[in-house]
């Protein structure tokens, strides 16, 4: 799994993990914060998330479109210090007035812009890195295990903001409590969450010191095509006509996947709100175990090891991978049985079970994908990014089940129907997962290899401008959320999925001509 891989991409795994540990510690509490502290309803609350994770995935296209003519590693850098200065400038504590609301602004744009410049061109230095021949046909696993140090971050930020919150509030005398309007207490959660905030600066400094640490492992991946041809370096030519097909055909994948990033980005929103007013967040019995982020860590570790059981050539190393497997299990399993009983969950902490997911299960897909292609039926990026629609709309189909007898956003107001198991929301990140790790490892991998050479930086950028789309289209379920019944916002996700799914079935054969 790991071996055979360029030592560039895990520094440059480990630099993007520590970043997006702070952004989703960020995320996961962001629309809660906005409630808490200015007292918006969850439109406006969505919409206001939905336009900043929309500008943050739109900015990678002007730090590509910059990068491509002044270099990918000076964009990196710039952009990790402007986020510092975003992230430094939303920790700050402010009142809740025009002031306190003017500076979270200015601090989401600074974060935007950081984020432009640093997350589409790091992701290009890995691409580059799989240009050399010698590891090219790496370039699908590379991205995968790419993606999962991603989640590794993300999945420990929903636990780290409950745990400054419940700390926090402690130091009140208070707890947690979804229902809880009263001014005094409102005051209070806002400052735990505001201490989030501060994490982000901390996480980054951290990567900032894996990534100049370790620069020599991938400082040859640090070129522009310009650069390349300067130094007489060998660069992939194409033909005008190649170039505009190139173009044209990942144009049209992201035309597609927008609407995939539309409906999975609900986790911060829809299904944020759907946790606090509708699931039991008193969880008993051995669903506690999901809510223990360390037991979650040491299960991912077991997949891992457990792997490395079957995969190592030596019976030492097979051995010794059995016994840490055990281990961790144990470990696990110790943790959970430590937790009590019932366990009081945050509506945030919902959101460790995707990236959990993710980490997790990206072995597997490895290990069938990996099959397939050995056998001689490899299935492409594009097929993927179809069947991940399709899984997608399956996901959003189980929350609907879950919908069926609930009173709707609009009848139920200020109240809370706390009656739903929490084994609903946690199916549907299951499946969501399932479905993203079909369309986002592969979707990156297929730009870095298809994009033409001197428009590396843009082409990367573009994947994230659909991405921004989608993100600002999620505001629509939150904008929908006390209008209409819950089964017909989750339908309206549905219908797009298959809809998107057909499309790109349909474009199949000609997109893999235009890339040939």
């Known amino acids: 799994m790991f071996q055979g891989q360029p030592k560039g991409l895990f520094a440059l795994a480990l630099a993007n993990t520590g970043e997006r540990f702070g952004y989703y510690t960020m995320l996961a509490i962001f629309t809660l914060f906005m409630q808490a502290k200015f007292g918006w309803d969850e439109s406006v609350a969505g919409n206001v998330y939905a336009i900043f994770l929309a500008i943050v995935y739109f900015s990678p296209l002007f730090g590509g479109m910059i990068a491509d003519k002044i270099g990918y590693g000076k964009c990196v850098t710039i952009g990790m210090i402007v986020m510092f200065l975003g992230y430094l400038g939303l920790a700050v504590p402010t009142a809740a007035d025009n002031v306190g609301m003017y500076t979270m602004f200015g601090g989401l744009a600074l974060v935007s812009i950081g984020t432009g410049l640093f997350k589409g061109n790091l992701q290009v230095l890995v691409g580059n890195l799989f240009d050399d021949p010698k590891y090219s046909s790496k370039r ?56 989030c905030f501060g994490v982000a600066c901390a996480s980054l400094i951290l990567s900032a010191v894996i990534y100049f640490a370790f620069r020599g492992w991938f400082k040859h991946a640090d070129v522009t095509a310009k650069q390349a041809k300067a130094a007489a370096a060998p660069v992939e030519e194409l033909t005008p006509k190649q170039t505009k097909d190139r173009i044209i055909a990942l144009l049209l994948v992201f035309a597609v996947v927008i609407f995939f990033w539309m409906a999975f980005h609900q986790n911060g929103s829809a299904l944020t709100f759907f946790a606090k007013k509708y699931t039991n967040l008193s969880v008993s019995g051995g669903m506690r175990i999901g809510f223990s982020i360390f037991s979650l860590a040491l299960l991912a570790v077991a997949v891992y090891t457990g792997f490395g059981t079957f995969q190592s050539k030596t019976m030492k190393n097979r051995v010794i991978c059995g016994v840490l497997t055990l281990a961790c299990v144990g470990g696990a399993i110790a943790l959970y049985l430590g937790m009590s009983d019932p366990y009081n969950a945050q509506p945030s902490d919902f959101q460790q079970f995707n990236p959990f997911f993710v980490v997790a299960l990206t072995p597997f897909s490895m290990a069938f994908f990996g099959a397939l292609a050995n056998k001689g039926k490899e299935v492409s990026a594009p097929a993927r990014i179809a069947w991940g629609m399709l899984v997608a709309a399956l996901g959003f189909g189980v929350i609907t089940l879950a919908s069926t007898d609930l009173i709707s956003p609009m009848d139920l107001g200020d109240k809370t129907q706390s009656i739903l198991s929490p084994s609903w929301l946690i199916s549907t990140y299951f499946t969501l997962t399932l479905a993203e790790l079909l369309l986002s490892p592969m979707g990156i991998s297929f730009v870095s290899k298809v994009a033409p050479p001197k428009y590396k930086g843009m082409m990367m950028g573009g994947w994230f401008v659909a991405t921004a789309i989608g993100n600002y289209l999620s ?20 219908g797009l999925c298959v809809i998107s799914a057909i499309v790109m079935f349909a474009l199949l054969k000609k997109l893999k001509k235009m890339t040939a």
């Open 475 to 494: 505001s629509i379920p939150s904008m929908l959320w006390n209008k209409i019944p819950l089964m017909a916002n989750w339908g309206i996700l549905i």
């Open 140 to 195: 699908d696993a590379a991205f995968s295990l790419f993606y999962m140090a991603i989640n590794i971050g993300a999945m420990f930020a929903p636990a780290m903001a409950s745990y400054i919150t419940n700390q926090y509030l402690a130091q009140y005398n208070m707890v947690y409590d979804a229902a809880n309007q009263d001014p005094a207490y409102l005051e209070v959660l806002y400052g735990a969450y505001g201490l």
